[in-house]
């Protein structure tokens, strides 16, 4: 079975194109496979590889440097905390333990439903809003014991 | 107090190319289009503009360190430093997402002022938001006509602070993992793809469509000597109002931190970090320094990029270097030696005082690791793991020996 839908194969061509050099495509197209298979695994980055006429290796090095990337299945909603220095002052501690006690996971862990994981994060640029708190690559502001409980009804 | 850049942030439509255009958006553009490119550069040299990235290197220097067409041939590109991810840093997420148009705008004219026909906007992934409303905004620049002589494309970053050093956004953006590079040669001769390449922040840039509309000496007026024009600090901490405040360029401290509404809850100050946590403090007797890019360096620290990060006396600085050293510690890409092996250590010691287990040994080999890292590696995150935690030691040698045992 191919590691992609005929749709996505497509969107990773797309990406080969978009720059021009193709090789400027192959972060972008990291985050397009992030996404859909919430990691990804040296049978993705290979077929990327392909697509990339690039070597397995040149891929892999990215897909294992990056934070973004990961190897195995982050959960559908992805939400990080910040503690970062001014997170840290504004209780980051605190909120990483609502977070703990809320999904009922230790940070980078999955939720058995595969539905939520979260994670501490570095410097969000949200540093006035503090603790940060991000769900899906967008910034929700301050995290609170509500806005962490509300991240349950995500569907 | 003058403002530029955040001028007109009370228009909630500022993000709409029809509110822009009402408020002068894109005259800097029109008129730079008319004049030619070594006109628009000595504009910008005049102006005493210096990158607002960290550096604080004069913009129109870099520029003219650009080989004409006549020595290489072919084409030269201009990218956008988006990736901001230096801790206590949101100017460019609020410039971005407030005044997308005027980043457009002042991108364009760079690309005029070097002569590049493409050029790329480089967003930290985590600014999906911000991307978004960039996105916007360009499709309306593009349907008005403003890219008919260089191109916008944008590209999002995967998560790493490192990306953001200038050679390392190239490296990123080639597809590759984000090892910063050893200059020479610099961007500006060999960038993207090995093709000359200017990369400027998104507040340097912001700065231009001001600059070129109402002219060079009119923004070094407004800042202070050989730093032009004003500054967006992006304060945050023990503040009563944290947020982003335009300054000219050499306001004191002091009345820098007013506008933030001064030390929360009346406490007092400990120490202020100036432009990120990359930064040595400042201390209460520095509140009357001038700030811009020579007086902070001249007091022994950075502007950087505007960071300020406000500690009140509650503060442990060794729980807050432990902080910083395990950002770094994170950060470092690994490719020298010293760097990731130093934070290790740094970050461990660290650890072992917070913990109440610090050993006679640990500030001397503190300072041991420290000396060994700056100055032996290829990048300012090397050169800042071994810095910042001395920095702490010696503003705060009683916060540090007291998690000491004292060797009698
Ligand atoms: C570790 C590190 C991270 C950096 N991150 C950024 C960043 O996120 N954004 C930025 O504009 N400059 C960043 N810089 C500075 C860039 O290398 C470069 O100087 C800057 O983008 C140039 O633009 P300017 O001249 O307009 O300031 C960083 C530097 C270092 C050493
Ligand atoms: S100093 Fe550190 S971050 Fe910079 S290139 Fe060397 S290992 Fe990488
Ligand atoms: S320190 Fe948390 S967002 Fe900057």
């Known amino acids: 079975m191919s590691v992609f839908t005929p749709e996505q194969e497509k969107t990773l061509v797309g990406w080969t194109t978009r720059y021009p050099y193709s090789n400027m495509g192959l972060v972008e197209a990291l985050r397009s496979v992030q996404e859909w298979k919430r990691c990804v695994t040296p049978e993705a980055a290979s077929r990327v590889a392909d697509i990339f006429q690039l070597p397995f290796n040149r891929v892999w090095s990215v897909a294992t440097f990056f934070p973004t990337f990961t190897t195995k299945p982050t959960g559908r909603h992805r939400v990080g905390l910040c503690h970062g220095l001014s997170c840290w002052m504004a209780g980051s501690d605190k909120m990483e333990k609502c977070l703990e006690e809320t999904f009922g ?37 301050q995290a609170t014991n509500d806005k962490i409980a509300a991240l349950k009804e995500l569907k | 107090m003058t403002k530029i850049v955040t001028k007109h942030f009370d228009e909630p439509k500022l993000h709409e190319l029809e509110t822009y255009r009402r408020l002068g958006g894109y005259q800097g553009l029109a008129k730079a289009l008319t004049m030619d490119r070594a006109a628009v550069v000595a504009e910008v040299e005049k102006s005493n503009l210096r990158g607002l990235g960290g550096a604080g290197f004069p913009t129109a220097a870099k520029w003219k360190t650009l080989p004409g067409e006549d020595k290489i041939p072919g084409p030269r590109y201009v990218v956008v430093n988006a990736d901001e991810s230096e801790p206590g840093c949101f100017k460019d997420r609020v410039l971005m997402a407030r005044a997308p148009h005027q980043l457009i705008e002042g991108l364009l004219i760079a690309a005029h002022a070097i002569g590049a026909k493409e050029t790329f906007l480089f967003v930290r992934g985590e ?18 006509g403003y890219t008919k002589h260089a191109s916008i494309k944008l590209m999002r970053g995967a998560g790493a602070y490192i990306s953001g050093l200038d050679t390392a956004l190239l490296e990123t953006m080639e597809g590759k993992k984000a090892w910063p590079r050893q200059p020479p040669p610099f961007p500006t001769v060999a960038g993207l793809m090995g093709k000359p390449t200017v990369v400027n922040n998104v507040e340097t840039l912001s700065m231009l469509p001001f600059i070129v509309r109402e002219g060079g000496e009119a923004f070094a007026k407004i800042g202070s000597a050989k730093n032009g024009g004003t500054v967006v600090f992006s304060i945050s901490g023990h503040v009563e109002k944290p947020g982003v405040y335009e300054v000219p360029m050499g306001t004191a401290l002091r009345d820098v931190l007013a506008l933030a509404g001064g030390v929360r809850g009346g406490k007092k100050l400990k120490c202020v970090i100036p432009g990120g946590t990359s930064m040595p403090p400042l201390l209460e007797k520095d509140l009357d320094l001038k700030l811009d890019f020579d007086a902070i360096r001249a007091a022994g620290t950075f502007l950087g990029a505007g960071g300020m990060i406000v500690l009140d006396e509650t503060v442990d600085t060794v729980a807050v270097a432990h902080n910083i050293q395990r950002f770094l510690t994170h950060e470092s890409c690994g490719q020298c030696t010293p760097c990731r092996e130093g934070s290790y250590w740094n970050e461990e010691i660290l650890e072992r005082m917070l913990d109440e287990k610090g050993t006679a040994e640990d500030l001397a080999n503190l300072t041991r690791v420290g000396e060994n890292i700056t100055g032996k590696v290829i990048c300012a995150l090397g050169d800042t793991v071994g810095v910042v935690t001395r920095a702490y030691m010696s503003k705060f040698p009683d916060d540090f020996k007291k998690r000491v045992p004292s060797n009698g």
């Open chain 2, 127 to 144: 600014y999906q938001n911000q991307y978004d409303i960039l996105e916007q905004a360009l499709a309306e620049a593009d349907a008005a």
């Open chain 1, 105 to 141: 996971t230790k940070p980078f862990e999955t939720t058995s439903d595969g539905k939520f994981s979260w994670e501490p994060m570095e410097c969000l640029g949200a540093c006035e809003q503090g603790p940060a708190l991000l769900v899906n690559e967008r910034l929700q502001g």
